[in-house]
C-alpha cells in the first residue's frame, strides 16, 4: 500500500517536472508551450483529482521558481489551468483527436481570457486594449495547441500509457 502512494507520488512530482520544464525550454517561443497538450494527456491517463492536483502543483512551482508567484496571478492561473480539466469532464470517453485538438484550441481562448482578467485587476489595463493587443498571441497559443494535439497527443498517450503499465514501473 505504502509503495503503491509513493509510487503515484513519484509520478506525479514527475509529471509536474516535464511540465515546468517544458515550459522554461520553450520560453523562447511567445505563447508556445506543450502544457495544454500534457494536461489533456494526464487527465485520460490518471483522471481528474491527478491533473488537478498536477496542475496546482505545476502552477505553484512555476510561479515560484520565475519569482511570479503573485495573489492575483497565480489563483488566476490555476483556474485557467484547472479550467481545461474540467471542460474534459463531458469528455471522459472521447477518443476523437480532432475534438481533443478543438478543445485545447479553446482552451487558449479562455486561457488568454483568464490571463487577461489578471491585468485588468493588477495593473488596471482596460481590458479591450489589452485583448486587441494580445490578438495575434492568442492566435498562436490556439494555432499550437491545436497542431501540437493532433502530431503529439497520440504517441505520447502510447508512450505514458507503456510507462505506466505494471510491467515497466512494478518491481518484479
Known sequence: MKNNILRKCLIYALMVTIMV???????????????????ILFFF???????ILITILYVIVDNLYMGTFHLIYTPIMVLAWV????ILLPFKKCNNIWILALIGSIHGLIYAFC???????????????????DIPFTILLVVSN???????????HKMLSIFMSENVCEKK
Open 21 to 39: 520544464v517544458q515550459k522554461w525550454l520553450l520560453a523562447i517561443i511567445p505563447n508556445f508551450q506543450f502544457t495544454t497538450l500534457l494536461i
Open 45 to 51: 491517463v490518471f483522471g481528474i483529482k491527478p491533473t
Open 83 to 86: 479550467s481545461l480539466v474540467l
Open 115 to 133: 490571463y487577461a482578467l489578471g491585468g485588468v485587476i493588477f495593473y488596471q489595463i482596460d481590458i479591450v486594449a489589452y485583448m486587441l493587443a
Open 146 to 156: 491545436f497542431i501540437t494535439i493532433i502530431w503529439l497527443y497520440k504517441p505520447l
